[in-house]
């Protein structure tokens, strides 16, 4: 079952009570001829509609602006008199009548957001007018912590609201859960986008600004060239905008990452590219080939060494290293091959590297790309290594053409 109809399974069983409660305040209405339904049927509907409209703003957690968009929602899925929310030291919102009794609601549930435990106490007004008489006040909990609470009032002691109050605090607690989750999954992305980032070999710079030193007085327009790429290859890696980015503005940057390799190895270096235009849009996370890219290099040109020696020298002779990366466009899919002809790797310690196992010399852009994936798409999504020893490595990335929440950027 997907995490959408988990949610939605846990709003059925958590707000069925309420609907219950509500069917007996709204059966007395006299039924209009265009009622369809029998009053069961209405109040449950109107009870899961109103849920799916108090549901967005809570995602955006506990925050005053998030409490005053769900506070009428909420209050009318218990049809109460006036309803407010707390965070752990002040007031977010108060919706319905009675808004004077704003002031005394923290003091009156201090004690509550120590122990974690639902209390009711009687308004204690002195305005004859007033309707509020009575409140229960339920804790909001995420991960054993108290965020705040749910305070529901009545004219009268009423047990049924108690209850109903009770089971409306489970489902904002589940929003809110799904709303840490977000912002964990968000700081996760963040913190690998900048472990991949740190990854950026310092070799790797040194030996591009080298390369580039060597061509300032042979060949000062490809100096200049290279200069330009590297300059944009680091603007690129280091960007702040989005967690996401298309392929086409994935596939430059690794071209630009190429130009710098082969300003280095020259001839000992070929590389094969093959792009479907249709696939150029498609969004994927934000540094997500870059580092298979980087790894078929490192691993390709360990491979380009033939037993025989080099001409006039003492060394062996060394070929050149093929790598095809390839986008193609797989219906509602695109498919990503990265393909290296280098020295391969044993398959069992490969499985060690992807779980997370293989040490520090094995870097982390393989288990962070699939990590990603994983996160992203799903685990039908993770990367697909054909690999051996000695036979090379081929990478097989699976990207679906359109996703929820996956825009370039």
Known sequence: MTGAGCAALVVLVLLLPVAGFLLGRRTAR????????????HATFETLHTASLA??????GLTEESARKAAR???SLLGTEALCLTDRDRVLVWDGEGEHHGRQVMD?????????RGTAFTSECDDVDCPLRWAVAVPLTVDHRVLGTLVAYAPRESAVLARAAGEVARWVCVQLELAELDRSRTRLIEAEIRALRAQISPHFIFNSLAAIASFVRTDPEKARELLLEFADFTRYSFRSNGDFTTLADELHSIDQYLALVRARFGERLSVTLQVAPEVLP????FLCLQPLVENAVKHGLEGAVT???????????????RITIRALDAGSEAEVVIEDDGAGMDPERLRHILRGEGGRSAGIGLPNVDERLRQVYGDDYGLVIETGIGAGMKITVRLPKYRAGVHGS
């Open 30 to 41: 006299t039924a209009r001829p265009s009622d369809i339904g029998t009053p069961v049927e």
């Open 55 to 60: 549901a967005p703003p809570l995602r955006a």
């Open 73 to 75: 929602r909420l209050r």
């Open 108 to 116: 009156r549930v201090r004690d509550l957001l120590d122990s974690a």
């Open 282 to 285: 498609v969004a994927l996370p």
């Open 307 to 321: 037993p025989s020696r080099a001409p006039g020298t003492g060394r062996p002779a060394r070929t050149a290293t």
